[in-house]
């Protein structure tokens, strides 16, 4: 029996020029569709799903993806962006248990929140984008 190649399970992503994917194990599928026993929950649905970052004028945006609890079928996705590596601050945040929903938000975020060609000022950024979970 043909198997299908692993990279044909990715999710399909838009994003910007400016943006830099240094890994990417998003997965075309939908965390309450599978059963308990189904694999994914062990290979796929784990705290590094997805990392990138872009850099402007000295500053360092990056976008993680992460399963919480790793492995865990109770678990939900969690999308952040980060700033010069402040992972204990976020700027922004969600929380979901929809691969859908979670590829909106990071679009939403690399289109209409993150621009390319200037640094974020965090104070304004912070007021204008509050974080949601």
């Not at 569709?33 to 784990?46: K, N, V």
């Not at 962006?81 to 700027?91: G, R, V």
């Not at 209409?112 to 949601?132: I, T």
């Amino acid at each position: 029996m043909d198997q299908k190649p692993w990279w044909k399970n990715l999710q399909p992503l838009r994003l910007r020029p400016c943006w830099s994917i240094v890994w990417n194990k998003l997965e075309s599928l939908e965390p309450d569709d599978l059963t308990e026993d189904d694999p994914a929950w062990q290979f796929t649905l784990a705290p590094d799903i997805l990392y990138m970052r872009k850099q402007s004028g000295g500053q360092t945006v990056a976008i993680d993806l992460g399963w919480y609890p790793d492995g865990d079928p109770a678990g939900a996705y969690r999308l952040e962006a980060i700033l010069d590596d402040n992972w204990e601050n976020p700027i922004l945040e969600c929380t979901s248990r929809s691969t859908r929903e979670i590829v909106e938000t990071m679009e939403y975020w690399l289109f209409e929140c993150l621009p390319c060609s200037q640094q974020v000022d965090e104070k304004s950024f912070r007021r204008r984008h509050p974080n949601r979970k």
